[in-house]
């Protein structure tokens, strides 16, 4: 685990942000996952904001997330990328992670 | 809203021909499929669902998965209904294009989605949402079931809510089943199909309700057309029966001659069917009327499928017959169309267009045969017993011209079928004998008219248009130079008869008067017969009474009777 943090770089949790839906079952596999996949590059899962669309659905309109659960990653210059799914895939999500 | 008989409540889509065959629109709540190949009309057609429902005042969302924003709307522009979804109070068009470069991991579902389109729908007043090739999205889950079952909770969302959902997506190349979404054609209570085929290289697109759980449908295959009203299903919308009594009345057709043919000329509401070859002056027979309609302040629709109207205009006061001023009036509104220029459906789609917005008293088609040459998936029969159930129905006076052939000019009576719907059947045609070719008339039926059999002469000339008098030679009637000749010969014919009534006329005067002259002598001569009669006998009495008188001497106081005459009555008291 270290070593890979050591070897690849990753994405810092600020540019992250999980989208759910509530304690919906993917969302909570999502929030699970993200944090096993975080924990492992030796990153803080809590650092990362989620945002409940159930609870604020105004926000799904503002970063065009129609997919749920999904991680969305912004670059330092902007651009964005979205993992969609409860982020179960372990090598995708690592992938991402691991900015590409 | 409306309540179904049996029970199923439905939202009325606005779009005429679709409410018909779904016996009163979609679903109130729940979910219908629009499946089609591209270019098939899936999009419009949801699109102007949404329209018509803005226009009515009810609020509507639109999800594209395929096309931005921009797109949409620009797509819509070109429709005369896209101003409708630009109402942002009662619209909300959501672009839910996958993210570019996003990918997958795990499963996913329309959470989030429908949460905000919870939020539009409180906004908005919504009663109709179109998911618009949400294939594009959820082809990325990794299981198909999934899928279809996240479809399946998409619609029991929209049904609990009260919404009409619309979700169009692609036909499989090879079956009936939307591409990626596999079973969910099972899932939702009504599926249409739009399909498209080439005919004759041009687009025809065709629309099937395969499915409506719950209510009576057509299940016909039937045209859609897309014109810049947007999508049109005109054999979906059945013309109304006539009703009451079909009219006595008879209208002019602007030839004193042919009416008096027809006891007056064609019924009121009738169609009237004028064949034959070209050059035969079916046209000006048409224009004639036009032209007694407009000057009894009627409106006439004029189809022509040959010519354009400066043409025709021209043409026609060339034989004394003036279209000019009652086209420039409204009465006579004139349209010329190409056959070959657009699909059956599509002219008769037009020609019902014209009809409805016209509301004419009479409608010519000159020629209706064009429409044999016009491309469709339809036959141009069905389409031209549709036009004259409408002009039935609505008491139109139908004239249709057909061009006939030279060997037959009735053939057309097994190409359209025309002559069959049609009350009165008129055929013109060439009649040629001695170096000439002369227009000849003939009545070959006329329903609930006692006409004549005999083919008649047709005069153009310029001040108009007349039938001649049938002037029969044996088994044949006389025409062009051979019946001017029997004219001038029964003229010169009359003419002598004249003389000769005239002078025997006068020869019996003179003959009566000579009599009564004759007679006026023979009774003075009577007279004085009579007269010398009476001198005769009045001397006769004279010389009896004298001879008498001399016999008997003078006897005073004597018998009286010895004096008496025998013309003097005996004394009173003697008998």
């Known amino acids: 685990m270290n070593h890979r943090s050591e070897t690849m770089t990753v994405v810092s949790p600020r540019n992250l942000k999980l989208f759910v839906t509530g304690d919906a079952p993917r969302s909570k596999r999502a929030r699970a996952n993200l944090a096993e996949a975080l924990e492992r590059i030796g990153l803080d899962p809590d650092a990362v904001p989620e945002i409940d669309l159930s609870a604020d659905p105004v926000q799904t309109l503002t970063f065009g997330i129609f997919a749920t659960p999904a991680l969305l990653r912004t670059s330092e210059a902007g651009d964005t990328e979205v993992l969609y799914g409860d982020l179960s895939e372990r090598r995708a999500l690592e992938r991402f992670l691991a900015l590409g | ?575």
């Open chain 2, 1 to 575: 809203m409306t309540e179904a008989a049996e029970g199923l409540a439905k939202r009325a889509t606005g779009i005429r021909g679709l409410d018909q065959m779904t016996r009163g629109g979609l679903p109130a709540a729940g979910g219908t499929l629009i499946l089609g190949r591209p270019a098939s009309g899936k999009t419009v057609l949801a699109m102007q669902i949404l329209a018509q429902a803005i226009a009515r005042g009810e609020g509507a969302i639109f999800v594209s998965f395929e096309e931005s924003r921009r797109q949409v709307l620009r797509d819509a522009a070109s429709f005369s209904w896209w101003h409708h979804l630009h109402d942002e109070q009662r619209f909300e068009l959501i672009d839910a294009r996958p993210a570019p470069g996003s990918r997958v991991s795990g499963e996913f579902d329309l959470e989030g989605l429908l949460a905000a389109i919870g939020f539009c729908v409180e906004r908005t007043g919504a009663h109709w949402l179109v998911f618009d090739g949400i294939d594009q999205l959820l082809r990325r889950q990794q299981d198909a079931l999934m899928a279809a079952d996240q479809i399946h909770g998409l619609s029991n969302w929209c049904e609990e809510r009260d919404l009409s959902l619309i979700l169009t997506g692609k036909l499989s190349e090879h079956s009936l089943a939307p591409t990626h979404l596999e079973g969910i054609e099972f899932l939702l209570p009504s599926v249409f199909i739009l399909s498209t085929t080439l005919v004759s290289n041009q687009l025809s697109r065709r629309f099937r309700i395969a499915k409506y759980r719950g209510s009576a449908h057509t299940t016909d295959e039937v045209a859609m057309l897309l014109d810049d009203d947007g999508v049109h299903f005109p054999y979906a919308i059945r013309p109304t029966a006539a009703a009451g009594p079909a009219p006595n009345e008879r209208i002019s057709t602007g030839i004193r001659r042919l009416d008096e043919v027809l006891e007056g000329g064609f019924y009121r509401g009738s169609t009237s069917l004028i064949s034959g070859q070209p050059g035969t002056a079916k046209t000006t027979l048409s224009g004639s009327v036009a032209a007694a309609a407009a000057a009894r302040g009627e409106r006439t629709l004029f189809i022509s499928f040959d010519e354009q109207q400066a043409t025709v205009v021209r043409n026609l006061a060339s034989v004394g017959i003036s279209l000019g001023e009652p086209i420039a009036s409204g009465l006579i509104q004139f349209h010329a169309r190409e056959a070959w220029n657009g699909l059956i459906e599509a002219h008769y789609h037009a020609l019902q267009q014209l009809i409805d917005g016209f509301e004419p008293d009479c409608l010519i088609i000159d020629p209706i045969s064009a429409l044999l040459k016009a491309d469709g998936a339809d036959s141009a029969q069905v389409a031209i017993e549709r036009v004259l159930s409408t002009t039935r129905a609505r008491g139109i006076t139908t004239l249709l011209t057909s061009l006939g052939t030279q060997i037959d000019p009735t053939s057309e009576a097994t190409l359209s079928h025309a002559s069959t719907l049609a009350d009165t059947w008129l055929v013109l045609g060439y009649n040629v004998r001695g170096g000439e070719r002369n227009r000849s008339l003939s009545v070959v039926k006329s329903r609930g008219s006692a006409h004549s059999d005999q083919v008649r002469e047709l005069i153009l000339a310029r001040q108009g248009i007349d039938l001649a008098e049938v002037y029969e030679y044996g088994t044949e009637v006389l025409m062009g130079t051979a019946r001017m000749q029997k004219e001038s010969e029964e003229a010169i014919n009359r003419r002598l008869k004249r003389l000769e009534d005239n002078q025997r006329q006068r020869a019996l005067k003179q003959r009566i008067e000579q009599t009564e002259a004759e007679a006026e002598r023979l009774r003075l001569e009577l007279q004085a017969h009579e007269e010398e009669r009476s001198a005769r006998e009045q001397s006769a009495r004279r010389h009896e009474r004298e001879v008498m008188s001399r016999r008997t001497p003078s006897a005073k106081g004597g018998d009286d009777d010895q004096h008496r005459t025998p013309e003097q009555p005996p004394p009173k008291g003697a008998a």
